[in-house]
């Protein structure tokens, strides 16, 4: 069973990029047979899609992130990664690692990062 | 304002049978297969129902999901009061080429 684990700094100024990342076990990344995601849950609402990647690097962005998200991918590291650039307080959130199939459904969950956007 | 549209909460006495819907539109559910999600209170969700009504290895049957044109519904018998958490739909958003989910439901077991 493929598990995941977010790292990354708990606190970013305003402005700044958040960046985390995303480390996979019990599982390789190059199999193919997942997209690797990013979900967002601001506190005490519901889960925002940010984004995914293949294994081969392509992405899909959240049309509304668009404009300051990269995802990228590491297959020597079995990991892969989040960078949000320009954030505000708006960005803070629970931020979750995830696999998704090809419907697409999301299947496995990290246990989620809290990144709070504060100078 | 989410995509998908879930009522914010339902409730229903242990032992007894609960439905929660999600309403879309022909670009999101009308096309695309819809899923489901669990989060229990401080942990990440679960995946409890994928592509309308198949459940992952683990989840009992007493959760099952049904899709008729631009909604779907989840629906849990025998209620426990391990089941009170928030529940998500998901789906495929042709429209906006975005995965979307709903605004989720709180469920209480009372």
């Known amino acids: 069973q493929v598990q995941l684990q977010e790292s990354g700094p708990g606190l970013v100024k305003p402005s700044q990029t958040l960046s985390l990342t995303c480390t996979v076990s019990?599982?390789?990344?190059?199999?193919?047979?997942?997209?690797w995601s990013w979900i967002r849950q601001h506190p005490g609402k519901g889960l925002e899609w940010i984004g995914y990647?293949?294994?081969?690097?392509?992405?899909y962005y959240n049309p509304s992130l668009k404009s300051r998200l990269t995802i990228s991918v590491d297959t020597s590291k079995n990991e892969f990664s989040l960078k949000l650039s320009s954030v505000t307080a708006a960005d803070t959130a629970v931020y979750y690692c995830?696999?998704?199939?090809?419907?697409?459904?999301?299947?496995?969950w990290g246990q989620g990062t809290l990144v709070t956007v504060s100078s | 304002q989410s995509v998908l549209t879930q009522p914010p909460s339902v409730s229903a006495a242990p032992g007894q049978k609960v439905t929660i819907s999600c309403s879309g539109s022909?670009?999101?559910?009308?096309?695309?297969?819809v899923s489901w999600y669990q989060q229990l209170p401080g942990t990440a969700p679960k995946l409890l129902i994928y592509?309308?009504?198949k459940r992952p290895s683990g989840i009992p049957d007493r959760f099952s999901g049904s899709k008729s044109g631009t909604s779907a519904t989840l629906g849990i018998t025998g209620l426990q009061t391990g089941d009170e958490a928030d529940y998500y739909c998901?789906?495929?958003?042709?429209?906006?080429?975005?995965?979307?989910f709903g605004g989720g439901t709180k469920l209480t077991v009372v």
């Open positions: 995830a696999t998704t199939s090809s419907s697409p459904y999301v299947d496995y």
């Open positions: 019990g599982g390789s990344i190059s199999s193919g047979t997942y997209y």
């Open positions: 990647i293949s294994y081969s690097g392509s992405t």
């Open positions: 022909s670009s999101s559910i009308g096309n695309n297969y």
């Open positions: 592509e309308n009504n």
């Open positions: 998901g789906t495929w958003d042709s429209s906006l080429s975005a995965v979307v």
